[in-house]
T-cell receptor
């Protein structure tokens, strides 16, 4: 029972390094999302995609880039990591609008520390 | 802009106590409202939802009613168990966007 899978689960980066988080879903969902979770702040949307080849900015997009070249994958890139990007990152996917009865499914999270 | 505010935690209760976690929202239009639960080391899971005013969402003994007049969606459970210990997030979907805006989360700890 895969659902939404994120890799890697843990990573330590030095300031200025780059990395890519990979999200894969096997539910044929159109919508995919990247959120970050910080203590006392809940989850905040970084970027999202409503279909293959499309991406859009969320609440906190600065310092991140994304790509959705295949429907099942959504990549989150950090070009030059900063300590402020230390966080837990969650990928999620859904079939569409939530009011219409669709549900968002979340991955288990990726813990990123930038030193 | 749209936002969600939850009561600050942590909330510590004894087993079988009554639970209320307050949630209020600010939104234009008519958002859908959700409660998600996060168990330690896991991702978020949908607990319940309501898509229009006066709807009541319920699941696993938890309930929440969409109150448009007070812009609230408080989570309640009549008798909590140790296994309910988790972080609870209130969230809204603005319009039909497919996106979620979350509150800051409330940690619940239930003691035997």
């Amino acid at each position: 029972n895969a659902g939404v899978t994120q890799t890697p689960k843990f990573r330590v980066l030095k300031t200025g390094q780059s990395m890519t988080l990979l999200c894969a879903q096997d539910m044929n969902h159109e919508y995919m999302y990247w959120y970050r979770q910080d203590p006392g702040m809940g989850l905040r949307l970084i970027h999202y995609s409503v279909g293959e080849g499309t991406t859009a900015k969320g609440e906190v997009p600065d310092g991140y880039n994304v790509s959705r070249l295949k429907k099942q994958n959504f990549l989150l890139g950090l070009e030059s990591a900063a300590p402020s990007q230390t966080s837990v990152y969650f990928c999620a996917s859904s079939s569409g609008q939530l009011r219409s009865g669709n549900t968002i499914y979340f991955g288990e999270g990726s813990w990123l520390t930038v030193v | 802009g749209d936002s969600v505010t939850q009561m600050e935690g942590p909330v510590t209760l004894s087993e079988e106590a009554f639970l209320t976690i307050n949630c209020t929202y600010t939104a234009t239009g008519y958002p859908s409202l959700f409660w998600y639960v996060q168990y330690p080391g896991e991702g978020l899971q949908l607990l319940l939802k309501a898509t229009k005013a006066d709807d009541k969402g319920s699941n696993k003994g938890f309930e929440a009613t969409y109150r448009k007049e007070t812009t609230s969606f408080h989570l309640e459970k009549g008798s909590v168990q140790v296994s309910d210990s988790a972080v609870y997030f209130c969230a809204l979907e603005p319009g039909n966007t497919g996106k979620l805006i979350f509150g800051q989360g409330t940690t619940l700890q239930v003691k035997p």
